[in-house]
């Protein structure tokens, strides 16, 4: 049974769509994604080398043998692997592209908060746009990888991801938190990929995905080379 779309594969890694609602990790009495993953391949083991959160779609790298799983976490901890991501606020930001800079720390209910201190930061590069009245456009790229980094620099932008029940609050009658890992760029033995995932494109996207103008407005977004 094909569980996963397969987007990109070498001898050393695959790239996949990973659905929104799968986590990454071994749930509770589940089968964990690797493990399907290299079920569906035929292949001992497959390493995680990155993660999405579970309400994430989106490109998810994994590594075929132990030594491309040393290689790639080293690429993702130097930061040397762009990750570019799409997201869906129906609140305007407080500011309309910019860096979002500070400390997080745990909150309530699993949450966590940006904080105005700078001692080991989360750092966000964001730009914006408006798609139509109360729905706006977000292209996210993380220069950290730090724990729920892009919902927490949504909500204190004070634009929620669309959606997103832990953060934004009213979730009713909307099918999913709208984060989306679109883009992976990087260099790996001596070849560069640039490798992108439409969410419009994918099975069960999401029906704001799906809407004209975000369409219109991510078109647009990728016919850029850069």
Known sequence: MRLFEIITQTDDFIIIHKPHGISVHKDDNDVGLTQLLAEQLGVPQVWLVHRLDKVTSGLLLLALNERAAADLSALFAEHKIQKTYLALSNFKPKKKQGLIIGDMEKSRRGAWKLTQSLNQPAITRFYSMSCEPNLRLFLLQPQTGKTHQLRVAMKSLGSPILGDALYAGKTENIDRTYLHAYRLVFEYKGKTYDVRLLP???????????RMSVIQQISQI?????
Request: glycine share 12%; proline share 0%; net charge positive.
């Open 222 to 226: 990728d016919s850029k080379k850069t």
């Open 200 to 210: 419009h494109q994918i099975k069960n996207g999401g029906v704001f995905f799906e």
